[in-house]
């Protein structure tokens, strides 16, 4: 089953709101990755995050990694059209050798963004 | 993306006859891998490898089998194909497990269909 926990599924946002994706582990991660995925696309790495407690920015994305190393967020300010698309949460599924290729995804979160 | 190319890119096919997908890498990358997309389950791995020969299951490897005979090709075999298998598949590469080059760079997906 899913690695990793992602909420929420859906988010309608008007354009200028906040948005925010909440990603869980019930096993410490690594690593954690993000993505976005276009309608119709396929997905783009946007970050990853390896130290506890790390905080990244992409202009109006603000990434964040659990003190623990099992919760991630993504927070969108003042959404634009062009932030429409899903956003997907990734992380390792073992711990050594391998099985730190296996990633696995969020079922992620689609954000609709009106005009 | 550049590097990495997926064929057939649309396929419609019926139940019970075999399928074979390919990922085509030119970035002599380690590791592929394959995901399903599916609407509420966002990406599943199928299987992935890390070397050539070295392949490994991921989350939903039932129905499916893969191969690497070399770096650049990892194919994706469905031996009898179902419904349950009509999807969207990405392939994936990365330069390796170690966090920081983890990285995945997605194919622009194949879309097959199962009557």
């Known amino acids: 089953g899913q690695q990793v926990m992602q909420i929420p599924q859906y988010q309608h946002v008007q354009e200028g709101e906040d948005f925010t994706t909440y990603c869980n582990s019930s096993t410490t991660l690594s690593n954690i990755q993000w993505y976005k995925q276009r309608p119709g696309g396929h997905p783009v790495f946007l970050i990853q995050?390896?130290?506890?407690?790390e905080v990244k920015k992409q202009k109006r994305l603000t990434f964040q990694f659990g003190e623990a190393k099992k919760n991630s967020s993504l927070h969108i300010t003042a959404t634009q059209t062009t932030d429409v698309g899903t956003y997907f949460c990734?992380?390792?599924?073992?711990?050594?050798?391998?099985?730190?290729?296996?990633?696995?995804f969020g079922r992620g979160t689609q954000l609709t963004v009106w005009p | 993306d550049a590097g990495i190319t997926q064929s057939p890119r649309h396929k419609v096919t019926e139940t019970g006859t075999p399928v074979t997908l390919r990922c085509h890498q030119t970035?002599?990358?380690?590791?592929m891998y394959w995901y399903r997309q599916d609407p509420g389950h966002g990406l599943r791995l199928i299987h992935y490898s890390y070397g050539v020969k070295d392949t490994d299951k991921g989350e939903v490897s039932d129905g499916y089998s893969v191969s690497r005979s070399k770096t650049e090709d990892f194919l994706l075999t469905l031996e009898s194909a179902t419904s349950s298998q009509t999807s969207v598949y990405f392939c994936?590469?990365?330069?390796?497990?170690?966090?920081?080059?983890?990285?995945?760079?997605f194919g622009a997906g194949s879309r097959l269909t199962v009557l």
């Open positions: 990734a992380g390792p599924g073992g711990d050594r050798g391998s099985t730190l290729g296996r990633l696995y």
């Open positions: 970035e002599n990358h380690r590791y």
């Open positions: 995050l390896v130290k506890s407690g």
């Open positions: 994936a590469i990365s330069e390796s497990a170690r966090p920081g080059a983890n990285v995945l760079t």
